[in-house]
């Protein structure tokens, strides 16, 4: 079967992206779908998670595992088909294509159809509708120019503390 997923962007009412691909590919070839389709730096890390109607994130498709004691239980896109999740319209994902700004895509899927006889002139996955520009990736030397994030910014603040209190990406709810 081959599955059509909708990227839509928060940031850009005029962003949208369709992408085809088989049931049988890869969370992984789906990442690289959309990269290709967005013009990404695909050397960016990103992570799916399948979601519910309200957009809360459940189950997590990473691209590695960065803390094996964290992420013990969670799926690597290389080893998780489409399939895995028994795909239906409707279903949705969120895709964090940025870490450094925690910045997402909304995905659902909108159709499901058998393959076709001239699905084999086509090379799958396969975007069949591009609206509007993507959302730009931040670059960590574009971070690391901002004054907000110089190193020296607190030089002089004998308020700063080492220990800003970040354990944990997942500690924030976006």
């Not at 998670?49 to 290389?78: F, H, P, R």
Request: aromatic share 14%.
């Amino acid at each position: 079967m081959i599955i059509k997923y909708r990227l839509i962007s928060g940031e850009n009412e005029d962003f949208v992206r369709d992408i085809e691909i088989h049931e049988e590919n890869s969370f992984l070839d789906l990442n690289l779908a959309i990269q290709d389709a967005c013009n990404f730096d695909s050397s960016f890390l990103s992570t799916f998670y399948l979601s519910n109607k309200s957009w809360d994130k459940l189950d997590e498709i990473v691209q590695d595992k960065i803390d094996a004691e964290t992420q013990g239980d969670v799926l690597l896109m290389e080893d998780t088909r489409l399939s895995h999740f028994d795909p239906q319209l409707g279903q949705r994902y969120i895709y964090i294509f940025d870490f450094f700004s925690i910045r997402a895509f909304f995905i659902e899927i909108v159709n499901i159809r058998n393959i076709e006889k001239t699905d084999h002139l086509l090379e799958f996955p396969i975007c069949t509708l591009s609206k509007g520009k993507a959302p730009e990736q931040v670059f960590i030397d574009d971070i690391a120019e901002d004054e907000e994030f110089n190193d020296n910014y607190y030089e002089d603040d004998d308020d700063y503390d080492d220990d800003l209190g970040f354990d944990n990406i997942d500690d924030y709810d976006f």
